[in-house]
């Protein structure tokens, strides 16, 4: 039990830290966090991830990044802020390749409901 809750803390301590730089339109640098997921699967060439939202999410915020031959990082480019309860949605893109795998922190849909109560 103890190494199952170091195992959590040792991947939530990597989501925080998860993130880079990208450019946006003008130029100017921003800084991009590695989303925690709340699941994703893929469908012939499309990517469906479930995502936090709080009422403005759109799959044109994110991006992803590339790790290795098949594994991406989903990054969220631009923050949702937007006051709703937060919630679950589904986003979909284009899978960069067939097999394609994410590295992103996941977490249970059963987290979000705690927190709201």
């Given at each position: 039990?103890?190494?199952?809750l170091m195992l959590i803390a040792a991947l939530g301590?990597?989501?925080?830290?998860?993130?880079?730089?990208v450019k946006n339109s003008s130029g100017?640098?921003?800084v991009s966090v590695a989303e925690t997921i709340y699941?994703?699967?893929?469908?012939?060439?499309?990517l469906l991830v479930k995502v936090k939202s709080h009422g403005c999410t759109q799959s044109k915020?994110?991006?992803?990044?590339?790790v290795d031959s098949t594994s991406y990082e989903l990054?969220?480019?631009?923050?949702?802020?937007?006051?709703?309860?937060?919630?679950v949605?589904?986003?979909e893109m284009a899978a960069p390749v067939d097999d394609v795998?994410?590295?992103?922190?996941?977490?249970?849909?059963d987290s979000l409901k705690k927190q709201r109560k």
């Amino acid at each position: 039990m103890k190494n199952v809750l170091m195992l959590i803390a040792a991947l939530g301590l990597t989501a925080c830290c998860s993130s880079h730089k990208v450019k946006n339109s003008s130029g100017a640098e921003e800084v991009s966090v590695a989303e925690t997921i709340y699941g994703y699967k893929t469908n012939s060439q499309r990517l469906l991830v479930k995502v936090k939202s709080h009422g403005c999410t759109q799959s044109k915020h994110f991006s992803l990044k590339k790790v290795d031959s098949t594994s991406y990082e989903l990054v969220r480019n631009k923050p949702d802020y937007c006051k709703r309860m937060p919630m679950v949605v589904q986003i979909e893109m284009a899978a960069p390749v067939d097999d394609v795998a994410l590295t992103n922190p996941v977490a249970a849909e059963d987290s979000l409901k705690k927190q709201r109560k």
